[in-house]
């Protein structure tokens, strides 16, 4: 069985410009979690989707924002991009809003230059 | 809001016991997590308590005692691999579902 896949692995992007990142959970799971990890530092809550819906957002802009499409799958838009969007941001999926184990995929490590 | 304390970093010696220490506040708790990250990997879930006690898997064990807002994982009998860092996560319930995520500590093994 496939696990988290999120693509691409690395993105090089120059400051103002948008940024799309993807995730694909593990089949059967509706949630997905999006989180943001600076260099050396823990994982920033991003975004929470389930079913389709976003349901919970963490402390950022608004241009951060994302969506999940009827298969589960998400995306993940940064616009504007600041440097200090630079981060590996990782993707998460569960099984559902009660299930208490979440799977990573590796993450899109995104350089901001 | 939520806040989640851990120690940055902790070093310790092949064969050694080490307890990592996670003290929490937030609303609407429904458990407590522990994830293990490997430079530049993908965190990996290690343990889960919803309820008070010690939870044992192996040579990881997590423990949580919810009126005093703290949790640990204990690992015993350390190897190399075990090098990374670990991170507890509390799992918030019904609307405000998300898995919020500790500063993470830095596990040092020696030789």
């Known amino acids: 069985e496939a696990g988290v896949t999120q693509s691409p692995t690395h993105l090089i992007k120059t400051r103002g410009q948008q940024a799309t990142l993807r995730c694909s959970p593990i089949s059967g799971h509706t949630s997905v979690y999006w989180y943001q990890q600076a260099l050396g530092l823990g994982l920033q809550f991003l975004l929470w989707?389930?079913?389709?819906?976003?349901?919970n957002r963490g402390n950022f802009p608004p241009r951060f924002s994302g969506r999940q499409f009827p298969n589960y799958s998400s995306e993940l838009n940064v616009n504007a991009l600041e440097l200090e969007d630079s981060a590996l941001y990782l993707c998460a999926s569960s099984e559902g809003q009660t299930n208490t184990e979440a799977f990573f995929g590796q993450g899109t490590r995104l350089t901001v230059v | 809001g939520q806040s989640l304390e851990q120690p940055s970093e902790v070093t310790a010696v092949e064969g050694a016991i080490v307890q990592i220490n996670c003290t929490y506040q937030?609303?609407?708790?429904?458990?407590l997590s522990w994830y293990q990250q490997h430079d530049g990997g993908a965190p990996t879930f290690l343990s889960y308590?919803?309820?008070?006690g010690l939870e044992e898997t192996g040579r990881f064990s997590s423990f949580l005692s919810r009126s005093d807002s703290y949790g640990y994982l204990l690992l015993q009998e350390l190897q190399m691999k075990d090098s990374a860092s670990y991170f507890c996560a509390v799992k918030r319930g019904g609307a405000t579902n998300k898995l919020i995520f500790g500063t993470g500590t830095l596990l040092a093994v020696q030789p």
């Open positions: 989707y389930d079913e389709g819906e976003e349901r």
């Open positions: 937030t609303s609407g708790f429904y458990g």
């Open positions: 308590n919803a309820l008070d």
